[in-house]
């Protein structure tokens, strides 16, 4: 069991971070938190704007900085960005603050769950295959190095991916206790 104040899942785009989280919150009766949501709110502009007024890094400034307030809470379920394994500071208060849950996706499921999709700057170019592949290739490790738990979610409908995480998880997360 690894004592944690929260439960944080990371992973691709498309890796089901949201739609389970939300799941996993109600059943865990915790709050969630969709951090690019919240980026969103707290910056009165999409995701989309933010890239293209601000480019990826200083999106991913304040990806880190909400990311480093988010940790400093409790009893919450947490979807990162696809991205937010970038910073190893990040990265350090996942460790710390959090049990890490890895949803990974094969580039075919997130394919699928992204074809209608249309908002994410990354996939904007065209080659959404080739970039996911890239993405992976560069991310895959980082999200294996700050989990606790890694669960495979391709083939998976989101609610029975919900039902298996929530057990792994009830079976290997210990919540902290409250200070």
Known sequence: MNPAPNLVLVGPMGAGKTSIG???AT????????????????????V????????????RLREQQLLADL???REQ??????????????REQLRQRGFVVYLKAGIA????????????????????????????????PLYEEVADMVFESDGLSISAAANRVCAQVRGQWQREASA
């Open 109 to 140: 499921q997130q394919l699928a769950r992204l074809a209608r999709d249309h908002s994410r700057p990354l996939l904007a170019g065209g080659a959404r295959r080739e970039t996911l592949e890239s993405l992976a290739a560069a991310r895959n």
């Open 22 to 24: 939300k799941r996993l």
């Open 77 to 90: 379920v947490i979807a990162t960005g696809g991205g937010a394994v970038l910073s190893p500071a990040t």
């Open 71 to 73: 940790m400093r809470g």
């Open 48 to 59: 989309p704007v933010i890239f293209e007024l601000e480019g990826e890094a200083g999106f």
């Open 27 to 46: 059943r865990l009766g915790l709050e969630f938190v969709d951090a690019d949501l919240r980026l969103e709110q707290l910056a009165g502009a999409t």
